[in-house]
């Protein structure tokens, strides 16, 4: 499995950016797509998950109502709307997946998922 992230920038406090992951490799239609961020000197972490299988969607307290998952199956490509973007949302951005367990329990942290892309980064300052 292959992903690959874009659509990071500079923004101002306020402003909105759609983050893409494109993935290829996947042998079946059940997996999950995360997306994690790691800002400087700050642990990795999960920002919001989604299902292939079934859609259910899952975000972490401090992105709910700001950031939106999505995914366009026939562009194999995953869609992190971020919108009402703050100072402390700025960190280099990656999607991963994982194709043994279900979504709720990646984003759980009940396992690591298995393939990681590079990260985009995102900047948040006026």
């Known amino acids: 499995v292959q992903l690959q992230a874009s659509g990071g920038g500079l923004v101002q406090p306020g402003g909105s950016l759609r983050l893409s992951c494109i993935t290829s490799?996947?042998?079946?239609?059940?997996?999950?797509i995360g997306w994690f961020r790691q800002a400087p000197g700050k642990e990795r972490e999960g920002v919001s998950c989604i299902s292939n299988s079934d859609g259910s969607t899952y975000y972490a307290d401090s992105v709910k109502g700001r950031f939106t998952i999505s995914s366009d199956n026939a562009k194999n490509t995953v869609y992190l709307q971020v919108t009402s973007l703050k100072p402390e949302d700025t960190a280099d951005y990656y999607c991963?997946?994982?194709?043994?367990?279900?979504?709720?329990?990646?984003?759980?942290?009940?396992?690591?998922?298995?393939?990681w892309g590079k990260g985009t980064q995102v900047t948040v300052s006026s």
């Open positions: 991963a997946a994982g194709e043994r367990y279900s979504a709720r329990y990646y984003f759980n942290g009940g396992a690591s998922m298995e393939s």
């Open positions: 490799g996947f042998t079946s239609d059940d997996y999950a």
